[in-house]
């Protein structure tokens, strides 16, 4: 054979060669990579956030209720003041003169009570004597009838005797009249003291609004006021002025916002992590103890039926939070984060939350039509019209099985549960150990079930990702 016979048999090997790889080649890229994970059993906790501030559970502003110059504050901002502390004053000369006064016209109507009570002794003791008068004319009056009925004694005696018993007996009762008035005078003075008494109370409630004092132990976290400016108080639609701000510092609380789409998960009771922004690396511990049914507009914070607008925005739902724990270095309106857990369940299926996918029979239908590719993706128009869904569409995974020695995703419907942070529960559809497609968030978009695919785990760069 010559050179030139084997030369032209060894080029037509080597373009046979070239050709049968570039065929192989060419069908393993025709194969679509697919991310892969697994089906295990783990703890799963949902978690909804809420961001706001801290803010103390009872607070008041302490208002002027009195008109005049304040002459004393006696604490500043940052202190601790104690249930009944006296806590500022105002000028207070005319209503501490007003009590003097009736104090002074209390004693005086005292001693008026005295002399009654005196005069009321004195009208008993002569009632007492008349009637012992009386008596005695009594006898003399019997004893000088017996007599001139049996004509021992003149009618000039006897009428004398008739007449000292009557005179007697109407002393009697003018002197019982007398101890009526008497005690009439006493009720009528001590009626008198028990209106200046109301006065005197009267007189020092005025007195008593000069004086502000803590309604609890509290923090005092604002005084927007100094000693020397004049205060007025309140009235009608006009706000009187404010002398400081206290906060029960007892029952702390968080209260954030949270986001319309995760507010039916929260619930009374349920635990909380709360986090301040002010003290990095420290999680104070709480529970939820209010939830709010009122929506609040996100860019007024106004409820909804407050709101005079109809434009659809964002919405957020306010949620208190109590802490289980007091700290000093908790202050009001210090910015806070709140991790409410909604649902915790131990040891059960979960899978990526990002394999999950959503199908109806149009759809695969589409898919079947095109390739496997959804209309406008590359390689079909874009004035295909996408399909629309009819009845309901069925949330599933891609599970991978072997068949005929070639890998396949093949669409399996699940049932979930709780939803975490990247993962979620399946409830059923699934078993422990399954190899299911995880990725690519494009191939899933248009990966139909029996596709032929290989597993590429490699990480994905932000232009796949895209």
């Given at each position: 054979m010559s050179i030139k016979k084997i030369a032209l048999i060894a080029v037509g090997v080597l373009i046979?060669?070239?050709?049968?790889?570039?065929?192989?080649?060419?069908?393993q890229n025709s194969i679509t990579k697919v991310a892969t994970g697994h089906v295990v059993r783990q703890d799963i906790v949902s978690i909804v956030n809420g961001t706001g501030q801290i803010k103390p559970k009872t607070y008041v502003n302490v208002g002027a209720t009195a008109f005049g110059r304040i002459t004393h504050l006696y604490v500043k901002e940052g202190d601790h003041v104690k249930r009944g502390?006296?806590?500022?004053?105002?000028?207070?000369?005319?209503?501490a003169s007003a009590v003097q006064a009736q104090t002074a016209t209390i004693a005086a109507s005292k001693t008026d009570v005295q002399s009654y009570i005196a005069a009321e002794r004195t009208a008993e003791a002569n009632v007492a004597q008349a009637k012992a008068d009386l008596e005695q004319k009594r006898f003399d009056y019997e004893r000088a009838r017996a007599l001139y009925e049996d004509k021992l004694i003149a009618k000039q005696d006897y009428d004398a005797k008739k007449a000292a018993f009557d005179v007697s007996e109407a002393t009697l009762q003018q002197r019982q009249a007398s101890v009526a008035q008497a005690k009439a005078q006493t009720a009528s003075a001590h009626g008198h003291v028990e209106q200046a008494v109301a006065t005197l109370r009267g007189n020092t409630y005025s007195l008593g609004l000069t004086q502000s004092r803590a309604p609890f132990d509290a923090l005092v976290t604002n005084v927007p006021v100094r000693e020397g400016e004049t205060v007025v108080v309140g009235i009608q639609n006009a706000e009187g002025s404010t002398l400081m701000t206290l906060a029960d510092m007892s029952v702390i609380t968080a209260e954030v916002k949270v986001d319309e789409t995760d507010i039916v998960n929260v619930a009374l009771n349920q635990p909380v992590n709360v986090t301040v922004d002010a003290l990095p690396g420290r999680v104070f511990k709480g529970h939820v103890t209010e939830v709010g049914d009122q929506a609040l507009l996100r860019t007024t914070g106004l409820a909804t039926s407050q709101s005079t607008t109809g434009t659809e925005e964002a919405k957020d739902f306010k949620v208190v939070v109590t802490l289980d724990e007091i700290s000093d270095d908790l202050k009001p309106g210090l910015s806070a984060t709140a991790k409410i857990t909604t649902a915790h369940r131990s040891d059960v299926l979960t899978i990526p939350i990002q394999a999950l996918v959503q199908r109806n029979p149009e759809m695969e239908k589409t898919l079947d039509q095109h390739d496997g590719k959804m209309p406008g993706t590359s390689g079909v128009a874009a004035s295909t019209t996408p399909p629309t869904a009819k009845g309901e569409a069925i949330t599933g995974v891609?599970?991978?099985?072997?068949?005929?020695?070639k890998l396949r995703a093949v669409f399996v419907p699940v049932k979930t549960g709780v939803t975490g942070a990247t993962d979620i529960e399946v409830l059923g559809g699934l078993k422990q150990g399954d190899e299911i497609v995880t990725g690519r968030y494009k191939t899933l978009r248009t990966l139909k079930s029996g596709t032929t695919?290989?597993?590429?785990?490699?990480?994905?760069?932000?232009?796949e990702g895209s």
């Open positions: 046979l060669a070239g050709v049968i790889a570039g065929v192989i080649r060419h069908k502390q006296l806590v500022a004053t105002v000028e207070s000369e005319q209503p891609y599970v991978l099985r072997n068949d005929r020695k695919v290989k597993r590429d785990n490699t990480p994905e760069t932000p232009a």
